[in-house]
């Protein structure tokens, strides 16, 4: 009798692994990995495979997939990265993302590996859940919103899971609360007069990809330093051009008959039109320059939801992913132009739904300027946790 109580005893043994197989890995995601829109979890789970192939084809590239088993059953898993560039107040750090635990104590294994990971690479903080690729992951722990719309880019985790509240008890604390808002009014009145040096443009796929470095440089100088998450750099806009590639490589939407005056009285909108084949555009990314100069000096870069393209539905909702103003020029309504001449645009290529995604608590700014036009929807927690020296 003693010996098989031992027996029992070591087939239920809850241990954790470390895995770059990917045909290990997708048996996991297939057990575990939760997806609010069951038609898009084999999607999201052949995405992933595809990010840690590339991941783990760079052997500078710092990555761990953990899992944990017990008796046969896969209890959790959780990724740990570190991502140059990936900031968080300017700093690199590394991050957790898509953490799954059936458990506590599969909780407390996974994170306990992670800080590992953390004080090998002499690093004293991690952050998370940051869910890379950004394009079918997001930044953060849902807490409300559920019934909204499932939307690239945006974070999404089970509603009944108790993963907050294992990793609070574990000591990580909640240091960021992003929001995200349905755009309920197309018009802001701010974005009716726009200075007369300023001038706006549409441009197709290669063009934006030609202002890369500008763009990139305009990031940086604006808020990857201030900002307590910020998951861009080149490997994120590439996957925006890929997904304005994607949406609207073969779209003609608009007539050629189209009158730019039916649709406004702003000049500056007008122009825009005019100056541009309205067929071979990215509508949703909006672009400003210094009329004399030609500097860059705004952008908004709004998001086709990519997972309607992929369930095969039509494209009707936009994710306003980044909006960038070059701080010399704030306060002039550039953002609120761009905002403006973005939905119309927009609503040519049949776009009706538009969310502001994952806008921070501590942003002043932008939370004065974007909640007047807007309705919440969605609240996400990015949890932090300083790693002792053992």
């Not at 052949?46 to 052997?59: I, Q």
């Not at 209890?75 to 968080?88: A, E, H, L, P, R």
Request: hydrophobic share 35%; glycine share 6%; charged share 25%.
């Amino acid at each position: 009798m003693e010996i098989s109580l031992e027996k029992s005893k070591i087939q239920q043994e809850l241990r954790v692994a470390n895995t770059r197989d990917n045909s290990e890995i997708q048996l996991v995601l297939t057990e575990l990995l939760y997806v609010p829109d069951e038609r898009l979890k084999l999607v999201v789970v052949l995405e992933l495979l595809d990010y840690f192939t590339e991941r783990f084809s760079k052997p500078e590239y710092k990555i761990k997939f953990f899992y944990t088993k017990e008796n046969g059953n896969i209890t959790g898993f959780v990724v740990c990265q570190i991502d140059n560039d990936y900031k968080s107040y300017g700093m690199k750090c590394p991050t957790f993302g898509w953490l799954h635990a059936k458990d506590f104590r599969s909780c407390e294994l996974l994170m306990a590996e992670c800080e590992s990971f953390v004080r090998e690479n002499k690093l004293r903080k991690i952050r998370g859940p940051i869910n890379f690729p950004k394009i079918i992951g997001g930044i953060g722990y849902q807490i409300e919103g559920f019934e909204a719309p499932m939307i690239n880019g945006v974070a999404f985790n089970e509603p009944n899971s108790k993963v907050l509240e294992y990793l609070e008890e574990l000591g990580y604390k909640k240091e960021s609360k992003y929001s995200c808002l349905e755009v309920i009014e197309s018009n802001w009145t701010k974005g009716n007069k726009l200075d007369k040096d300023i001038v706006l443009r549409f441009l197709p796929t290669s063009e934006i990809r030609k202002l890369r470095a500008r763009i990139l440089a305009l990031a940086q100088s604006s808020f990857h330093s201030v900002l307590a998450d910020a998951p861009g750099g080149q490997s994120r806009f590439d996957e925006m051009m890929e997904s304005y590639d994607l949406a609207f490589g073969n779209r003609s939407m608009v007539k050629d008959d189209f009158d730019p005056n039916s649709y406004s009285s702003i000049p500056e909108f007008i122009e825009a039109w005019e100056s541009c084949d309205l067929n071979n555009i990215v509508p949703c990314c909006p672009v400003a320059f210094d009329r004399t100069t030609g500097e860059l000096v705004g952008i908004i870069m709004t998001l086709p939801n990519l997972f309607q393209l992929w369930i095969k539905e039509p494209l009707t909702h936009l994710n306003v992913d980044t909006v960038i103003i070059k701080k010399e020029y704030a306060g002039r309504g550039i953002f609120s132009s761009l905002q403006n001449v973005g939905q119309i645009t927009s609503r040519l290529y049949g776009f009706d739904y538009v969310e502001g995604t994952t806008i921070w608590a501590n942003n002043v700014r932008a939370i004065k300027t974007i909640f007047p036009h807007c309705t919440p929807l969605r609240t996400h927690y990015v949890l932090q946790k300083r790693i002792l020296r053992k």
